[in-house]
């Protein structure tokens, strides 16, 4: 049973890295400078592209701020939406591959990938775009060669 348990968990941590950043949560100091530069406003919408335990989501939310995320790691979706229990009102969280999704008109963004991901974030967003302004806040990683608007230590703030 142990091993059974031990295969799941080793599974669903590993497999994540053939489409994206391994689970490493944003600390607490970034979480609030990260929601200081979105500067979301009450009804706005949030997406937070590979949700890891939720945390972003929740003290989003607890602005008002309408949260979805995506994470692909089941145990991490099952963790977070418990975490999340309490702002459920305002947070979905989707058992998907971001990349494989279409985006809905989002007012901000927040990732922490790898750099080798950036570019294509940076196409998948732009592809999927419309007029809507969206604000875009990466932990750590830059986007190649696009010009960030603001930079708070490790985190980077784009505008589409
Ligand atoms: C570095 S962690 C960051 C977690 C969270 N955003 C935070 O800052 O605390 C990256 C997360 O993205 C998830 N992830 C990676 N690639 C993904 C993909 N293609 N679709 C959905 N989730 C993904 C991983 O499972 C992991 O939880």
Redesign the pocket.
């Known amino acids: 049973m142990l091993s059974v348990f031990l295969l799941i968990l080793f599974v669903s ?1 590993s497999v ?1 890295i053939f ?8 600390l607490k100091k970034e ?1 609030i400078e990260a929601i200081a530069l979105l500067d979301l406003r009450k009804g706005e919408l949030f997406l ?6 939720g ?2 989501l929740k003290a989003m939310a607890k602005n008002q701020v309408f949260c979805i995320g ?4 089941p145990l ?1 979706v099952l963790i977070s939406k418990v975490i999340c229990w309490r702002q459920r009102e305002y947070i979905t969280i989707k058992w ?4 494989n999704e279409k985006l809905p008109n989002a007012d901000g963004i ?4 790898l750099d080798k991901y950036m570019e294509k974030l940076n196409s998948k967003i732009f592809k999927q775009k419309n007029s809507h302004p969206i604000k875009l806040v990466s ?1 750590a990683f830059e986007i190649p060669k696009k010009k960030y608007e603001k930079k708070k230590g490790p985190l980077y703030l784009y505008k589409y």
């Open positions: 941590f994540v489409f994206g950043a391994p689970y490493l949560p944003t979480k937070e592209l590979g949700s890891g335990d945390r972003m995506y994470e692909l790691n991490l998907a591959n971001f990349w927040y990732v922490f990938l932990y």
